[in-house]
């Protein structure tokens, strides 16, 4: 599978170098209040593909950021949960509570008494 992308990634570079060099010609591109850029073809796609690359990135990054402060606070939850539950008092007895008796529904084979 790696030797497959790997050749993707040799052909599209060709692919995209050969573009390059066919496409040196000088061209024109105005913009606002009369200002106008000389440059090879090229060089404004490129600009135009890294213009469009930082604009996908912003509109992401709130997003993204949510998710990491979301994933942080879960985080911290659970360690709390397993703090308290380590740390916890058991039934009486000394015995732990019936719900964690309970083995979970993913155990193979047979379960021990249900409570």
Sequence with gaps: MRLVAWIIR???FALLF????????D???Q????????APLILIL???FALGIVAGLAAIAPGLMRQRMEVARLRRALNDARAKASAGPSG???NPPPEAQVPPY????????RV
């Excluded at 050969?18 to 010609?25: G, I, K």
């Excluded at 913009?31 to 000389?38: D, E, P, S």
């Excluded at 993913?106 to 008494?113: L, Q, R």
């Design 18 to 25: 050969v573009l390059a060099l066919r496409n040196t010609d």
């Design 46 to 48: 490129l600009a135009a």
């Design 27 to 29: 061209a024109t591109l």
């Design 106 to 113: 993913n155990v193979i084979g047979p379960s021990g008494p």
């Design 10 to 12: 040799i052909v599209l």
């Design 92 to 94: 009486p007895g000394g």
């Design 31 to 38: 913009l606002f209040f009369g200002a106008v850029w000389h």
